[in-house]
Structure formats: C-alpha cells, structure tokens
Nanobody, 125 residues
Framework: QVQLVESGGGSVQAGGSLRLSCAAS??????MAWFRQAPGKEREFVAN????????SYARSGEGRFTISRDNAKNTVYLQMNSLKPEDTATYYC????????????????????WGQGTQVTVYS
C-alpha cells in the first residue's frame, strides 16, 4: 500500500517560487508525477520522473519554470516551481504509477492510481 502526503503549498506573489514535497510510505521504485486541478477544470499533468531520477517530462505550461526531482533515500519527490503565474493557481497532487517497471513513465492520468490529498497553491498578481 502506497501512501502519499504532499506539503509545501501556499500563497505567493506572481514571479515567486514554491517547492512542493511528496513523502511516500510503502515507497518503491516507480514512476512518480505531479498533477494539478484548478476550480472547474479537469486534473492535468504537470511533471513526472522515472525511478532512476534520470528521465523527466513536463507539461508545456511548466517547461523552463518547474523542476521535478526525487530523493529515493528519503522516499520523497519534489516539485520546484519558479516564476509562478496566477494561472498556476490550483491544488497540486502527487501520484504514483505502479503499473510498470518505473523506467518509462506515462503522462496519462489513468495509470496513476495512488494519490495524495493535495496541497493548495495560490499565485496572486
């Protein structure tokens, strides 16, 4: 059983930065991802990372501003968000995909069956 707990959300002025953390219990080597959901919108992919922390992919909205990383020794995945914009305002969720080997990761939400409770990020102008 995998349990995911996000932290690090908050309110920040546009242009600022936040670092989200996702602590995983029952942690193993699988693909991890961040998704986000704004009010009235569908949950969308933000970034993912393979078990080796070598391959990462990002949604176009976050490329060049967001960085995903993981520390397997600490069972933790991070999302560093810089140059935040009001449109980044959303609840951010950590998710795990246990369906594969962890070496090749998908952006498709249907494969991520383990989720955290989410952490709110609000960016004001």
């Amino acid at each position: 059983q995998v349990q995911l707990v996000e932290s690090g959300g908050g309110s920040v002025q546009a242009g600022g930065s936040l670092r989200l953390s996702c602590a995983a219990s029952g942690y193993s080597t699988y693909c991890m991802a961040w998704f986000r959901q704004a009010p009235g919108k569908e949950r969308e992919f933000v970034a993912n990372i393979d078990k080796y922390a070598r391959d990462k992919s990002y949604a176009r909205s976050g490329e060049g501003r967001f960085t995903i990383s993981r520390d397997n020794a600490k069972n933790t995945v991070y999302l560093q968000m810089n140059s935040l914009k009001p449109e980044d305002t959303a609840t951010y969720y950590c998710a795990a995909d246990l369906s594969g080997s962890g070496a090749v990761c998908t952006q498709l939400i249907k494969y991520y069956v383990h989720w955290g409770q989410g952490t709110q990020v609000t960016v004001y102008s």
